[in-house]
């Protein structure tokens, strides 16, 4: 009995639809989008599908041009996406990237140190759509919210087992997805301090301060500058260490 063939889709960075080992092209963005909107929510009406792509269009034109997009789809790779009554699903054969946005799986730690660049889908944009690019933005965020989550984790276990340079790594990727995260820029000013760098975690402060300034117009919150006043003040002693190992906390988000 012949085999099914193996779909695999890439929808972090370029989207890319491999069948076996073959790469098909996609280059609608409304198709790309309705492949990624089956892959995270599932099983979709037809209306309720052709009304998120094409919102204010008469539903005979918006399905119209779902079904236009389905049937490119189902060329370039027979089978990508199958109906039921009037549901429409990805074949569930199809294995893709996005499992840890529907809980199934975490984020892997490859794709949470680039969630900084953005690139969910290829970074498509729909300039006349806003209600599309919201949706992208919302699970951009998510991403985001977990690739936040995983880097702490793994920074807090490297700052424990006295691996500084690793830890600072990690929290140094969390500002870049999150510039104005107070929670992440206190915990690299702490992880400095440990590492027996006082400078490093003032340059920390002083540069998250002057962002703030700059993109926010507002200073930062109080318990970032009273760690800010402790660094410069306190005693570099083993009780300091202590206090500033115990102050690492269970959450950046």
């Known amino acids: 009995m012949e085999q099914p063939p193996k ?3 890439n929808f972090l960075g370029p989207v890319r639809i491999r069948v076996d080992e073959q790469v098909c092209e996609a280059n609608d963005k409304k198709a790309i989008l309705l492949l990624f909107v089956l892959a ?19 539903s005979e034109r918006s399905q ?15 089978g990508i996406i ?41 970074s498509i944009e729909f300039p006349d759509n806003p209600q599309l690019n919201a949706i992208i933005a919302h699970y951009r965020q998510q991403i985001v919210n977990k690739a936040a989550s995983l880097l702490y984790r793994h920074a807090k276990d490297c700052a424990l087992a006295h691996d500084y ?12 997805l999150s510039p104005h995260n107070e929670a992440a820029c206190r915990h690299l000013m702490r992880v400095h301090v440990l590492s027996g760098c006082r400078a490093a975690a003032i340059e920390t402060y002083e540069a998250f301060r002057k962002n703030m300034r700059e993109s926010l117009g507002i200073e930062p919150d109080t318990k970032t500058k009273r760690l800010h006043m402790d660094i410069l ?21």
């Not at 599932?42 to 919102?55: F, K």
């Not at 570099?236 to 959450?251: E, I, P, R, V």
């Open 7 to 9: 779909i695999q889709i």
């Open 40 to 58: 995270v929510r599932g099983s979709t009406s037809r209306q309720q599908m052709a009304s998120l792509l094409w919102p204010g269009t008469d």
């Open 64 to 78: 119209g041009s779902l079904r236009l997009r389905i049937h490119k789809l189902n060329r370039i790779c027979p």
């Open 82 to 122: 199958q109906s039921h009554l009037n549901a429409i699903t990805l074949n569930p054969g199809i294995v893709h990237d996005l499992g840890f946005l529907t809980g199934e799986h975490e984020i892997p730690l490859a794709a949470a140190l680039e969630a900084h660049r953005g690139n969910l889908i290829g």
């Open 165 to 176: 340079r690793r830890a600072i790594e990690f929290l140094d990727q969390i500002l870049l």
């Open 233 to 253: 003040t306190l005693q570099h002693d083993a009780d300091y260490q202590l206090s500033m190992q115990a102050d690492l906390d269970s959450s950046v988000i």
